[in-house]
Protein backbone atom coordinates (compact mmCIF):
# COMPACT_ATOMS: atom_id res chain seq x y z
CA UNK A 1 0.00 0.00 0.00
CA UNK A 2 1.37 3.58 -0.75
CA UNK A 3 1.22 6.00 1.74
CA UNK A 4 -1.47 8.32 0.13
CA UNK A 5 -3.50 5.29 0.74
CA UNK A 6 -2.92 5.67 4.63
CA UNK A 7 -2.55 9.56 5.09
CA UNK A 8 -5.32 11.88 5.07
CA UNK A 9 -4.54 15.54 5.05
CA UNK A 10 -2.42 16.93 7.60
CA UNK A 11 0.03 14.03 7.49
CA UNK A 12 -1.42 11.74 10.02
CA UNK A 13 -2.63 8.12 9.63
CA UNK A 14 -5.51 6.74 8.90
CA UNK A 15 -5.79 4.71 11.70
CA UNK A 16 -4.93 7.47 13.48
CA UNK A 17 -7.58 9.12 15.56
CA UNK A 18 -7.92 13.05 15.15
CA UNK A 19 -6.95 15.41 17.96
CA UNK A 20 -10.50 16.39 18.68
CA UNK A 21 -12.01 12.65 19.09
CA UNK A 22 -8.88 12.01 21.53
CA UNK A 23 -9.78 14.95 23.27
CA UNK A 24 -12.26 12.92 25.70
CA UNK A 25 -9.69 10.43 26.53
CA UNK A 26 -7.23 12.92 27.76
CA UNK A 27 -10.10 14.76 29.50
CA UNK A 28 -10.98 11.70 31.64
CA UNK A 29 -7.47 10.93 32.14
CA UNK A 30 -6.72 13.91 33.30
CA UNK A 31 -10.03 14.18 35.70
CA UNK A 32 -9.15 11.28 37.27
CA UNK A 33 -5.66 12.07 37.91
CA UNK A 34 -6.74 15.12 39.39
CA UNK A 35 -9.07 13.46 41.67
CA UNK A 36 -6.20 11.31 43.12
CA UNK A 37 -3.83 13.97 43.85
CA UNK A 38 -6.62 15.83 45.04
CA UNK A 39 -6.98 13.73 48.13
CA UNK A 40 -3.32 13.56 48.82
CA UNK A 41 -3.80 17.46 48.95
CA UNK A 42 -6.86 17.31 51.01
CA UNK A 43 -5.18 15.09 54.01
CA UNK A 44 -2.06 17.27 53.86
CA UNK A 45 -4.25 20.50 53.88
CA UNK A 46 -6.07 19.21 56.92
CA UNK A 47 -3.16 18.51 58.82
CA UNK A 48 -1.89 22.29 58.29
CA UNK A 49 -4.91 23.22 59.12
CA UNK A 50 -4.98 21.29 62.64
CA UNK A 51 -1.68 22.61 63.59
CA UNK A 52 -2.96 26.26 62.49
CA UNK A 53 -5.96 25.24 65.21
CA UNK A 54 -4.05 24.07 67.72
CA UNK A 55 -0.94 26.51 67.82
CA UNK A 56 -2.18 28.69 70.65
CA UNK A 57 -2.16 24.96 72.72
CA UNK A 58 1.28 24.22 71.60
CA UNK A 59 2.53 27.51 71.87
CA UNK A 60 0.83 27.63 75.43
CA UNK A 61 2.48 24.35 76.97
CA UNK A 62 4.83 23.11 74.91
CA UNK A 63 6.19 19.54 75.72
CA UNK A 64 4.04 19.76 79.15
CA UNK A 65 1.16 19.54 76.81
CA UNK A 66 1.92 15.52 76.55
CA UNK A 67 4.09 15.33 79.71
CA UNK A 68 2.49 17.44 82.10
CA UNK A 69 0.40 15.83 84.52
CA UNK A 70 -2.78 18.00 85.06
CA UNK A 71 -5.53 18.82 83.33
CA UNK A 72 -7.44 21.26 84.82
CA UNK A 73 -10.13 22.95 82.63
CA UNK A 74 -11.82 25.20 84.79
CA UNK A 75 -8.29 26.68 85.02
CA UNK A 76 -7.11 26.60 82.00
CA UNK A 77 -4.64 24.31 82.15
CA UNK A 78 -4.07 21.44 79.53
CA UNK A 79 -1.39 18.87 80.74
CA UNK A 80 -2.92 15.90 78.79
CA UNK A 81 -0.97 12.97 80.64
CA UNK A 82 -3.45 11.36 82.18
CA UNK A 83 -5.14 11.68 78.60
CA UNK A 84 -2.33 9.97 76.76
CA UNK A 85 -2.17 7.46 79.55
CA UNK A 86 -5.64 6.73 79.28
CA UNK A 87 -5.74 5.79 75.86
CA UNK A 88 -2.48 3.90 76.23
CA UNK A 89 -3.57 2.01 78.59
CA UNK A 90 -6.81 0.76 77.42
CA UNK A 91 -5.20 0.19 73.93
CA UNK A 92 -3.04 -2.43 75.85
CA UNK A 93 -5.74 -4.24 77.25
CA UNK A 94 -7.59 -4.09 73.82
CA UNK A 95 -4.30 -6.12 72.30
CA UNK A 96 -3.84 -8.07 75.41
CA UNK A 97 -7.12 -9.44 75.04
CA UNK A 98 -8.20 -9.35 71.60
CA UNK A 99 -5.08 -9.84 70.10
CA UNK A 100 -4.89 -13.43 71.56
CA UNK A 101 -8.50 -14.51 70.49
CA UNK A 102 -8.43 -13.06 66.90
CA UNK A 103 -5.39 -14.92 65.76
CA UNK A 104 -6.49 -18.53 67.61
CA UNK A 105 -9.97 -17.54 65.56
CA UNK A 106 -8.03 -17.22 62.72
CA UNK A 107 -6.23 -20.11 63.24
CA UNK A 108 -9.50 -22.15 63.31
CA UNK A 109 -11.07 -20.71 60.39
CA UNK A 110 -8.27 -21.22 57.80
CA UNK A 111 -6.73 -24.54 59.16
CA UNK A 112 -8.64 -26.41 61.40
CA UNK A 113 -12.88 -25.79 60.53
CA UNK A 114 -14.24 -27.71 58.22
CA UNK A 115 -14.53 -26.19 54.42
CA UNK A 116 -18.19 -26.31 54.29
CA UNK A 117 -18.09 -24.10 57.70
CA UNK A 118 -15.63 -21.91 56.95
CA UNK A 119 -17.40 -19.09 54.73
CA UNK A 120 -20.33 -18.91 57.32
CA UNK A 121 -18.16 -18.54 60.17
CA UNK A 122 -15.98 -15.95 58.52
CA UNK A 123 -18.88 -13.81 57.90
CA UNK A 124 -19.86 -14.05 61.34
CA UNK A 125 -16.74 -13.12 62.68
CA UNK A 126 -16.66 -10.14 60.29
CA UNK A 127 -20.34 -9.54 61.39
CA UNK A 128 -18.77 -8.26 64.64
CA UNK A 129 -17.42 -5.23 62.20
CA UNK A 130 -20.61 -4.20 61.77
CA UNK A 131 -22.05 -3.22 64.85
CA UNK A 132 -21.24 0.41 65.36
CA UNK A 133 -19.37 1.60 68.39
CA UNK A 134 -22.50 3.80 69.86
CA UNK A 135 -23.91 0.14 69.74
CA UNK A 136 -21.14 -1.25 71.67
CA UNK A 137 -21.22 1.74 74.16
CA UNK A 138 -24.98 1.34 74.79
CA UNK A 139 -24.52 -2.56 75.66
CA UNK A 140 -21.51 -1.82 77.57
CA UNK A 141 -23.30 0.92 79.99
CA UNK A 142 -26.54 -1.04 80.63
CA UNK A 143 -25.19 -4.46 80.61
CA UNK A 144 -21.62 -5.19 80.47
CA UNK A 145 -20.53 -2.99 82.51
CA UNK A 146 -23.08 -3.80 85.37
CA UNK A 147 -22.95 -7.27 85.79
CA UNK A 148 -18.89 -7.45 85.41
CA UNK A 149 -18.92 -5.00 88.38
CA UNK A 150 -19.29 -7.95 91.55
CA UNK A 151 -16.35 -9.64 89.05
CA UNK A 152 -14.42 -7.30 89.06
CA UNK A 153 -14.87 -6.48 92.82
CA UNK A 154 -13.56 -9.78 93.42
CA UNK A 155 -10.29 -9.63 90.96
CA UNK A 156 -9.51 -6.15 92.77
CA UNK A 157 -9.60 -7.65 95.92
CA UNK A 158 -8.34 -11.17 95.83
CA UNK A 159 -4.89 -9.98 93.79
CA UNK A 160 -4.89 -6.16 95.47
CA UNK A 161 -1.19 -7.36 96.36
CA UNK A 162 -0.17 -7.01 92.55
CA UNK A 163 0.56 -2.80 92.37
CA UNK A 164 -2.06 -1.66 89.74
CA UNK A 165 -4.24 -4.20 89.58
CA UNK A 166 -5.97 -3.83 92.84
CA UNK A 167 -6.61 -2.39 96.54
CA UNK A 168 -8.40 0.33 95.50
CA UNK A 169 -11.93 1.07 95.45
CA UNK A 170 -13.92 -0.38 91.62
CA UNK A 171 -15.73 2.21 89.39
CA UNK A 172 -18.28 1.06 87.46
CA UNK A 173 -16.77 2.63 84.50
CA UNK A 174 -13.06 2.27 84.71
CA UNK A 175 -10.03 1.48 82.19
CA UNK A 176 -10.56 -2.26 81.89
CA UNK A 177 -14.18 -1.99 80.90
CA UNK A 178 -13.26 0.58 78.03
CA UNK A 179 -9.91 -1.82 77.12
CA UNK A 180 -12.73 -4.84 77.11
CA UNK A 181 -15.04 -3.39 74.49
CA UNK A 182 -11.89 -2.09 72.88
CA UNK A 183 -10.70 -5.38 72.74
CA UNK A 184 -13.88 -6.43 71.13
CA UNK A 185 -14.06 -4.02 68.44
CA UNK A 186 -11.07 -4.47 67.07
CA UNK A 187 -11.18 -8.64 67.20
CA UNK A 188 -12.89 -8.52 63.44
CA UNK A 189 -10.52 -6.50 61.87
CA UNK A 190 -6.79 -8.30 63.74
CA UNK A 191 -8.63 -11.24 62.71
CA UNK A 192 -9.16 -10.79 59.23
CA UNK A 193 -5.91 -9.27 58.46
CA UNK A 194 -4.34 -12.76 60.40
CA UNK A 195 -6.96 -14.80 58.35
CA UNK A 196 -5.58 -12.95 55.02
CA UNK A 197 -1.54 -13.46 56.26
CA UNK A 198 -2.16 -17.14 57.13
CA UNK A 199 -3.50 -17.64 53.96
CA UNK A 200 -0.35 -16.63 51.67
CA UNK A 201 1.28 -19.23 53.73
CA UNK A 202 2.89 -21.70 50.74
CA UNK A 203 0.90 -24.71 51.10
CA UNK A 204 4.27 -26.92 50.39
CA UNK A 205 5.36 -25.76 53.82
CA UNK A 206 2.71 -27.13 55.41
CA UNK A 207 2.17 -30.74 53.41
CA UNK A 208 6.13 -31.06 54.13
CA UNK A 209 5.95 -30.70 57.50
CA UNK A 210 2.66 -32.73 57.58
CA UNK A 211 4.46 -35.54 55.89
CA UNK A 212 7.47 -35.48 58.42
CA UNK A 213 4.99 -36.55 60.09
CA UNK A 214 4.07 -33.33 62.75
CA UNK A 215 0.57 -32.64 64.43
CA UNK A 216 -1.75 -30.73 62.92
CA UNK A 217 -0.98 -27.97 65.96
CA UNK A 218 2.99 -28.82 65.21
CA UNK A 219 2.52 -27.91 61.78
CA UNK A 220 0.67 -24.72 62.79
CA UNK A 221 3.29 -23.50 65.54
CA UNK A 222 6.36 -25.00 63.09
CA UNK A 223 5.26 -23.73 59.03
CA UNK A 224 2.24 -21.79 59.71
CA UNK A 225 2.99 -18.99 62.54
CA UNK A 226 7.28 -18.31 61.81
CA UNK A 227 6.06 -17.65 57.95
CA UNK A 228 3.10 -15.08 59.14
CA UNK A 229 4.35 -13.93 62.45
CA UNK A 230 5.60 -10.12 60.78
CA UNK A 231 1.91 -9.94 58.75
CA UNK A 232 0.00 -10.89 62.03
CA UNK A 233 1.75 -8.18 64.13
CA UNK A 234 0.93 -5.75 61.36
CA UNK A 235 -2.30 -6.33 61.77
CA UNK A 236 -2.23 -6.22 65.59
CA UNK A 237 -0.75 -2.93 65.27
CA UNK A 238 -3.65 -1.55 62.79
CA UNK A 239 -5.93 -2.67 65.93
CA UNK A 240 -3.86 -0.95 68.18
CA UNK A 241 -4.65 2.44 65.50
CA UNK A 242 -7.94 1.30 65.60
CA UNK A 243 -8.23 1.12 69.40
CA UNK A 244 -6.52 4.33 70.10
CA UNK A 245 -8.72 6.44 67.52
CA UNK A 246 -12.27 4.74 69.30
CA UNK A 247 -14.10 7.40 70.52
CA UNK A 248 -17.62 7.18 71.70
CA UNK A 249 -17.61 3.35 73.50
CA UNK A 250 -14.76 4.65 74.78
CA UNK A 251 -16.52 7.82 76.29
CA UNK A 252 -19.04 6.22 77.53
CA UNK A 253 -17.28 3.55 78.94
CA UNK A 254 -14.38 5.21 80.96
CA UNK A 255 -15.23 7.23 83.63
CA UNK A 256 -14.73 10.57 81.90
CA UNK A 257 -12.01 11.66 85.10
CA UNK A 258 -9.27 13.69 84.04
CA UNK A 259 -6.80 12.27 86.86
CA UNK A 260 -4.15 9.95 86.64
CA UNK A 261 -5.99 6.39 87.87
CA UNK A 262 -4.26 4.22 90.30
CA UNK A 263 -5.27 1.06 88.99
CA UNK A 264 -6.99 -0.95 86.54
CA UNK A 265 -10.43 -0.51 87.94
CA UNK A 266 -10.20 3.49 88.33
CA UNK A 267 -11.66 5.93 86.09
CA UNK A 268 -9.82 7.40 83.62
CA UNK A 269 -10.34 9.72 80.34
CA UNK A 270 -8.33 9.49 76.86
CA UNK A 271 -7.83 12.29 74.35
CA UNK A 272 -10.37 10.90 71.97
CA UNK A 273 -12.46 10.98 74.72
CA UNK A 274 -12.04 14.02 76.25
CA UNK A 275 -12.56 15.97 72.71
CA UNK A 276 -15.99 14.39 72.10
CA UNK A 277 -17.08 14.97 76.21
CA UNK A 278 -15.26 18.57 76.51
CA UNK A 279 -16.23 20.12 72.85
CA UNK A 280 -19.40 21.95 73.58
CA UNK A 281 -18.13 23.34 76.96
CA UNK A 282 -14.98 24.32 75.24
CA UNK A 283 -16.62 26.71 72.86
CA UNK A 284 -16.35 29.65 74.63
CA UNK A 285 -12.80 28.96 75.67
CA UNK A 286 -10.12 29.80 72.88
CA UNK A 287 -7.49 28.41 74.45
CA UNK A 288 -9.91 24.68 75.91
CA UNK A 289 -10.98 25.03 72.73
CA UNK A 290 -7.11 24.88 70.85
CA UNK A 291 -5.93 21.93 73.70
CA UNK A 292 -8.78 19.90 72.68
CA UNK A 293 -7.25 20.53 69.01
CA UNK A 294 -4.06 19.84 70.00
CA UNK A 295 -5.00 16.61 71.67
CA UNK A 296 -6.95 15.81 68.19
CA UNK A 297 -3.19 16.44 66.85
CA UNK A 298 -1.68 13.83 68.96
CA UNK A 299 -4.34 11.59 68.35
CA UNK A 300 -3.84 11.75 64.37
CA UNK A 301 -0.03 12.12 64.03
CA UNK A 302 -0.09 8.75 67.14
CA UNK A 303 -2.40 6.68 64.44
CA UNK A 304 -0.76 7.83 61.24
CA UNK A 305 3.03 6.36 62.58
CA UNK A 306 0.69 2.92 64.06
CA UNK A 307 -0.64 2.97 60.67
CA UNK A 308 2.70 3.39 59.02
CA UNK A 309 4.55 0.81 60.80
CA UNK A 310 1.23 -1.34 60.89
CA UNK A 311 1.64 -1.64 56.66
CA UNK A 312 4.99 -2.07 56.44
CA UNK A 313 4.80 -5.08 58.90
CA UNK A 314 1.70 -6.62 56.56
CA UNK A 315 3.12 -5.88 53.72
CA UNK A 316 6.71 -7.82 54.75
CA UNK A 317 4.69 -10.31 56.12
CA UNK A 318 2.58 -11.34 53.14
CA UNK A 319 6.39 -11.92 51.41
CA UNK A 320 5.48 -9.22 48.42
CA UNK A 321 2.33 -10.17 47.63
CA UNK A 322 -0.08 -7.42 47.79
CA UNK A 323 -2.92 -8.30 50.67
CA UNK A 324 -6.23 -7.12 48.75
CA UNK A 325 -7.53 -3.88 49.68
CA UNK A 326 -10.62 -5.18 51.15
CA UNK A 327 -8.89 -6.49 54.44
CA UNK A 328 -6.51 -3.43 54.77
CA UNK A 329 -9.65 -0.80 55.07
CA UNK A 330 -11.64 -3.64 57.76
CA UNK A 331 -14.22 -4.62 55.21
CA UNK A 332 -13.92 -8.21 54.37
CA UNK A 333 -15.49 -8.47 50.78
CA UNK A 334 -17.09 -12.75 50.86
CA UNK A 335 -13.85 -15.27 51.07
CA UNK A 336 -13.42 -17.77 47.95
CA UNK B 1 5.66 -51.22 46.88
CA UNK B 2 5.66 -54.18 49.25
CA UNK B 3 8.65 -52.49 50.66
CA UNK B 4 7.01 -48.93 51.29
CA UNK B 5 4.13 -50.20 52.78
CA UNK B 6 6.55 -52.01 55.61
CA UNK B 7 8.26 -49.11 56.37
CA UNK B 8 5.06 -47.31 56.76
CA UNK B 9 3.75 -49.94 59.27
CA UNK B 10 7.23 -49.83 61.41
CA UNK B 11 7.17 -46.17 61.58
CA UNK B 12 6.57 -44.88 65.48
CA UNK B 13 3.17 -43.92 66.49
CA UNK B 14 2.85 -40.22 67.55
CA UNK B 15 3.49 -40.42 71.20
CA UNK B 16 0.80 -39.56 73.64
CA UNK B 17 2.48 -36.41 74.83
CA UNK B 18 2.38 -34.78 71.24
CA UNK B 19 -1.37 -35.98 70.81
CA UNK B 20 -2.55 -34.41 73.92
CA UNK B 21 -0.60 -31.37 73.34
CA UNK B 22 -2.26 -31.42 69.50
CA UNK B 23 -6.11 -32.38 71.12
CA UNK B 24 -5.69 -29.52 73.71
CA UNK B 25 -4.41 -26.38 71.29
CA UNK B 26 -7.29 -27.63 69.12
CA UNK B 27 -9.67 -27.09 71.76
CA UNK B 28 -8.11 -24.07 72.60
CA UNK B 29 -8.72 -22.37 69.05
CA UNK B 30 -12.21 -23.52 68.67
CA UNK B 31 -12.36 -22.34 72.42
CA UNK B 32 -11.28 -19.00 71.35
CA UNK B 33 -13.37 -19.02 68.36
CA UNK B 34 -16.68 -19.32 70.41
CA UNK B 35 -15.37 -16.66 72.85
CA UNK B 36 -15.11 -14.41 69.83
CA UNK B 37 -18.67 -14.69 68.63
CA UNK B 38 -20.04 -14.20 72.57
CA UNK B 39 -19.82 -10.48 72.08
CA UNK B 40 -21.77 -10.65 69.10
CA UNK B 41 -24.42 -12.68 70.43
CA UNK B 42 -25.05 -11.54 73.29
CA UNK B 43 -24.92 -7.60 71.86
CA UNK B 44 -27.97 -9.08 69.50
CA UNK B 45 -29.80 -10.89 72.23
CA UNK B 46 -29.98 -7.58 74.52
CA UNK B 47 -31.08 -5.41 71.33
CA UNK B 48 -33.32 -7.89 70.68
CA UNK B 49 -34.85 -8.09 74.44
CA UNK B 50 -35.22 -4.50 75.16
CA UNK B 51 -35.45 -2.86 72.07
CA UNK B 52 -38.01 -4.78 70.61
CA UNK B 53 -40.81 -3.40 73.39
CA UNK B 54 -39.95 0.26 72.13
CA UNK B 55 -40.27 -0.90 68.35
CA UNK B 56 -43.74 -2.19 69.26
CA UNK B 57 -44.09 0.77 71.49
CA UNK B 58 -46.74 3.41 69.84
CA UNK B 59 -45.53 5.82 67.45
CA UNK B 60 -41.86 4.93 67.99
CA UNK B 61 -41.37 5.34 64.03
CA UNK B 62 -44.04 7.93 63.25
CA UNK B 63 -42.86 10.71 66.30
CA UNK B 64 -40.29 12.85 66.80
CA UNK B 65 -38.04 13.38 70.17
CA UNK B 66 -39.85 16.13 72.13
CA UNK B 67 -37.60 17.01 75.10
CA UNK B 68 -39.95 16.69 77.35
CA UNK B 69 -38.72 15.43 80.69
CA UNK B 70 -41.66 13.89 81.80
CA UNK B 71 -44.25 11.40 80.20
CA UNK B 72 -43.16 10.11 76.54
CA UNK B 73 -40.16 11.08 75.30
CA UNK B 74 -41.37 10.85 71.52
CA UNK B 75 -40.10 8.22 68.78
CA UNK B 76 -37.29 8.54 66.80
CA UNK B 77 -38.43 9.37 63.15
CA UNK B 78 -36.18 12.49 62.37
CA UNK B 79 -33.17 10.03 63.77
CA UNK B 80 -33.97 7.50 61.24
CA UNK B 81 -34.33 9.98 58.38
CA UNK B 82 -31.30 12.34 59.34
CA UNK B 83 -29.45 9.37 59.19
CA UNK B 84 -30.61 8.36 55.71
CA UNK B 85 -30.12 11.56 54.36
CA UNK B 86 -26.93 12.75 55.70
CA UNK B 87 -25.50 9.13 54.80
CA UNK B 88 -27.11 9.29 50.94
CA UNK B 89 -25.68 12.53 50.46
CA UNK B 90 -22.06 11.10 51.42
CA UNK B 91 -22.24 7.85 49.35
CA UNK B 92 -23.37 10.49 46.66
CA UNK B 93 -20.04 12.28 46.83
CA UNK B 94 -17.73 9.26 48.17
CA UNK B 95 -19.15 6.75 45.67
CA UNK B 96 -18.41 8.40 42.13
CA UNK B 97 -15.22 9.90 43.73
CA UNK B 98 -13.74 6.98 45.18
CA UNK B 99 -14.89 4.82 41.90
CA UNK B 100 -13.07 7.32 39.82
CA UNK B 101 -9.57 6.90 41.92
CA UNK B 102 -10.02 3.75 41.72
CA UNK B 103 -9.84 3.44 37.95
CA UNK B 104 -7.16 5.98 37.83
CA UNK B 105 -5.19 3.32 39.51
CA UNK B 106 -5.96 0.49 37.62
CA UNK B 107 -6.71 1.95 34.60
CA UNK B 108 -4.24 4.62 34.49
CA UNK B 109 -1.62 5.02 37.47
CA UNK B 110 -1.00 1.06 38.05
CA UNK B 111 2.29 0.73 38.71
CA UNK B 112 3.41 4.08 38.73
CA UNK B 113 5.00 5.92 41.68
CA UNK B 114 2.00 7.79 42.05
CA UNK B 115 -0.26 5.24 42.10
CA UNK B 116 1.87 4.19 44.72
CA UNK B 117 1.60 7.27 47.01
CA UNK B 118 -1.88 7.43 46.00
CA UNK B 119 -2.55 4.13 47.25
CA UNK B 120 -0.92 4.53 50.53
CA UNK B 121 -2.15 7.32 51.44
CA UNK B 122 -5.79 6.22 50.85
CA UNK B 123 -4.79 3.38 53.11
CA UNK B 124 -3.40 5.57 56.02
CA UNK B 125 -6.74 7.64 55.04
CA UNK B 126 -8.51 3.89 56.57
CA UNK B 127 -6.66 4.07 59.80
CA UNK B 128 -7.40 8.29 60.68
CA UNK B 129 -9.83 8.15 63.37
CA UNK B 130 -13.56 8.95 62.37
CA UNK B 131 -13.16 11.65 65.35
CA UNK B 132 -10.14 13.49 63.73
CA UNK B 133 -12.10 13.49 60.48
CA UNK B 134 -15.12 15.32 62.25
CA UNK B 135 -12.22 18.16 63.67
CA UNK B 136 -11.11 18.46 60.40
CA UNK B 137 -14.35 19.56 58.90
CA UNK B 138 -15.09 21.61 61.91
CA UNK B 139 -11.69 23.23 61.67
CA UNK B 140 -12.44 23.90 57.79
CA UNK B 141 -16.49 24.48 57.55
CA UNK B 142 -17.77 24.79 61.08
CA UNK B 143 -15.68 27.28 62.51
CA UNK B 144 -15.90 29.52 59.40
CA UNK B 145 -19.37 29.17 59.39
CA UNK B 146 -19.71 28.35 55.83
CA UNK B 147 -23.71 28.23 55.17
CA UNK B 148 -24.55 28.02 58.90
CA UNK B 149 -22.47 26.51 61.75
CA UNK B 150 -23.60 22.95 62.01
CA UNK B 151 -25.52 21.69 59.19
CA UNK B 152 -26.42 18.20 57.47
CA UNK B 153 -24.18 18.36 54.33
CA UNK B 154 -20.99 19.07 56.35
CA UNK B 155 -22.13 15.82 58.49
CA UNK B 156 -22.31 13.91 54.85
CA UNK B 157 -18.78 15.62 53.99
CA UNK B 158 -17.15 14.09 57.21
CA UNK B 159 -18.69 10.91 56.70
CA UNK B 160 -18.10 11.10 52.90
CA UNK B 161 -14.36 11.17 53.71
CA UNK B 162 -14.74 8.15 56.39
CA UNK B 163 -16.13 6.39 53.60
CA UNK B 164 -14.07 6.91 50.47
CA UNK B 165 -11.16 4.40 51.21
CA UNK B 166 -13.32 1.77 51.34
CA UNK B 167 -14.69 2.49 48.74
CA UNK B 168 -11.72 3.35 46.61
CA UNK B 169 -9.53 -0.28 47.86
CA UNK B 170 -12.69 -2.56 47.34
CA UNK B 171 -13.75 -0.78 43.63
CA UNK B 172 -9.58 -1.06 42.84
CA UNK B 173 -9.67 -4.51 44.09
CA UNK B 174 -12.82 -5.22 41.75
CA UNK B 175 -11.30 -3.28 39.17
CA UNK B 176 -8.35 -5.69 38.72
CA UNK B 177 -10.69 -8.76 38.26
CA UNK B 178 -11.90 -7.62 34.97
CA UNK B 179 -9.40 -9.82 32.52
CA UNK B 180 -7.32 -7.55 30.96
CA UNK B 181 -8.04 -9.53 27.51
CA UNK B 182 -11.30 -7.67 27.69
CA UNK B 183 -10.13 -4.52 27.47
CA UNK B 184 -7.39 -5.33 24.76
CA UNK B 185 -9.78 -6.76 22.70
CA UNK B 186 -12.18 -3.72 23.14
CA UNK B 187 -8.70 -1.21 22.90
CA UNK B 188 -7.62 -3.81 19.17
CA UNK B 189 -11.13 -3.18 17.91
CA UNK B 190 -10.52 0.88 17.93
CA UNK B 191 -12.58 1.92 21.09
CA UNK B 192 -10.99 4.57 22.58
CA UNK B 193 -9.58 4.35 26.50
CA UNK B 194 -12.90 6.19 28.23
CA UNK B 195 -15.39 4.29 25.70
CA UNK B 196 -13.38 0.81 26.81
CA UNK B 197 -13.44 2.17 30.34
CA UNK B 198 -17.60 3.22 30.24
CA UNK B 199 -18.47 0.03 28.12
CA UNK B 200 -16.08 -2.96 29.06
CA UNK B 201 -14.76 -2.14 32.66
CA UNK B 202 -17.50 -0.38 34.54
CA UNK B 203 -20.70 -2.61 33.40
CA UNK B 204 -18.35 -5.94 33.91
CA UNK B 205 -17.70 -4.77 37.63
CA UNK B 206 -20.95 -2.81 38.68
CA UNK B 207 -22.37 -5.64 40.89
CA UNK B 208 -18.47 -6.02 43.02
CA UNK B 209 -18.53 -2.23 42.94
CA UNK B 210 -22.17 -1.98 44.33
CA UNK B 211 -20.92 -3.93 47.05
CA UNK B 212 -18.26 -2.40 48.14
CA UNK B 213 -19.85 0.58 48.13
CA UNK B 214 -22.81 -0.80 50.27
CA UNK B 215 -19.75 -1.99 52.78
CA UNK B 216 -18.91 1.54 52.69
CA UNK B 217 -22.49 2.87 53.65
CA UNK B 218 -22.76 0.30 56.50
CA UNK B 219 -20.16 1.75 57.77
CA UNK B 220 -20.98 5.48 57.47
CA UNK B 221 -24.32 4.64 58.84
CA UNK B 222 -22.87 3.78 62.27
CA UNK B 223 -20.43 6.21 62.93
CA UNK B 224 -21.14 8.74 66.13
CA UNK B 225 -18.04 10.75 66.58
CA UNK B 226 -17.21 12.78 63.57
CA UNK B 227 -21.66 13.63 63.75
CA UNK B 228 -20.92 15.53 67.28
CA UNK B 229 -18.48 18.19 65.34
CA UNK B 230 -20.75 18.75 62.24
CA UNK B 231 -24.46 18.78 62.19
CA UNK B 232 -24.92 18.83 66.01
CA UNK B 233 -28.35 17.52 66.66
CA UNK B 234 -32.13 18.57 66.81
CA UNK B 235 -35.51 17.32 67.85
CA UNK B 236 -37.78 18.07 64.36
CA UNK B 237 -37.57 16.17 61.38
CA UNK B 238 -36.29 18.01 58.41
CA UNK B 239 -35.72 17.47 54.82
CA UNK B 240 -33.45 20.68 54.70
CA UNK B 241 -29.57 19.56 54.67
CA UNK B 242 -28.57 22.74 55.93
CA UNK B 243 -29.91 22.73 58.91
CA UNK B 244 -28.99 20.85 61.92
CA UNK B 245 -30.50 17.02 62.13
CA UNK B 246 -31.30 14.34 64.40
CA UNK B 247 -29.04 11.12 63.49
CA UNK B 248 -29.85 7.95 65.03
CA UNK B 249 -26.24 7.30 66.38
CA UNK B 250 -26.38 11.01 67.94
CA UNK B 251 -29.94 10.26 69.16
CA UNK B 252 -28.24 7.03 70.77
CA UNK B 253 -25.41 8.86 72.34
CA UNK B 254 -27.28 11.25 74.10
CA UNK B 255 -30.16 8.76 75.42
CA UNK B 256 -27.42 6.46 77.21
CA UNK B 257 -26.34 9.65 79.40
CA UNK B 258 -30.35 10.29 80.22
CA UNK B 259 -31.34 8.83 83.60
CA UNK B 260 -34.82 8.55 82.84
CA UNK B 261 -36.14 4.97 82.16
CA UNK B 262 -38.12 5.71 79.12
CA UNK B 263 -35.13 7.38 77.48
CA UNK B 264 -32.88 4.55 77.74
CA UNK B 265 -35.87 1.85 76.91
CA UNK B 266 -35.76 4.29 73.17
CA UNK B 267 -31.97 4.21 73.16
CA UNK B 268 -31.77 0.51 72.97
CA UNK B 269 -34.84 0.69 70.49
CA UNK B 270 -32.86 2.86 68.52
CA UNK B 271 -29.45 0.84 68.48
CA UNK B 272 -31.66 -2.08 67.42
CA UNK B 273 -33.05 -0.17 64.31
CA UNK B 274 -29.50 1.24 63.61
CA UNK B 275 -28.16 -2.31 63.64
CA UNK B 276 -30.73 -3.94 61.67
CA UNK B 277 -29.82 -1.02 59.05
CA UNK B 278 -26.10 -1.94 58.82
CA UNK B 279 -26.73 -5.66 58.57
CA UNK B 280 -29.75 -5.07 55.53
CA UNK B 281 -27.20 -3.29 53.77
CA UNK B 282 -24.65 -5.70 54.66
CA UNK B 283 -26.45 -8.67 54.04
CA UNK B 284 -27.37 -6.96 50.43
CA UNK B 285 -24.00 -6.17 49.82
CA UNK B 286 -22.62 -10.19 50.43
CA UNK B 287 -26.14 -10.98 48.33
CA UNK B 288 -24.70 -9.45 45.31
CA UNK B 289 -21.17 -10.53 45.97
CA UNK B 290 -22.55 -13.75 45.87
CA UNK B 291 -24.92 -13.86 43.29
CA UNK B 292 -22.65 -12.29 40.99
CA UNK B 293 -20.03 -15.01 41.76
CA UNK B 294 -22.25 -18.15 40.61
CA UNK B 295 -23.17 -16.12 37.11
Not at chain 2, 234 to 250: K, W
Request: charged share 10%; glycine share 10%.
Amino acid sequence: MGASATTVSGGRSALERSPLSRLPDQLLQWILTALAAAILVLIGYFFVRLIGQSSTSINHFGFSFVFGNNWDAAHNIFHALPLVVGTLVTSAIALLLGVPVAIAAALFLTEICPRRVRGPLAIVVDLLAAVPSVVWGLWGVFVLAPKLLPAEKWFASTFSFIPWLGGGTVNLYNYFIAGLVLAIMILPIVSAIAREVISTVPSQDKEASLALGATRWEMIRMAVLPYSRSGITGGAMLGLGRAIGETIAVVLLIGSNPILGKHLFSPGYSLAAVIANEFGEAANEPIHKSALFEAGLVLFILTLLINIAARWFVSRGTHGKRVAGGAMTGVMLEET
Amino acid sequence: MSAARMSLSTLPAVSPRRRRTDRIMRGLLVLATAVALVPLVLVIYYLLKKGLSSWTSGGFFSSDPNGNFFGNPGGIRSAIFGSLEIVGLATAIAVPIGIAVALYLTEYGRESRFADVVRYFVDVMTGVPSIVFGLFIYIVLVIAKVGGAFTGWKASLAVALLMLPIVVRSAEVVLLLVPSSLREAALALGAPRWRVIARVVLPTSVSGLTTGSLLAVARGMGETAPLLFTVSTAFALTGNLSHQMNTLPVQIYTDIQSPRNAIEARAWGAGLTLVALVLIFNLIARLISSRSRMA
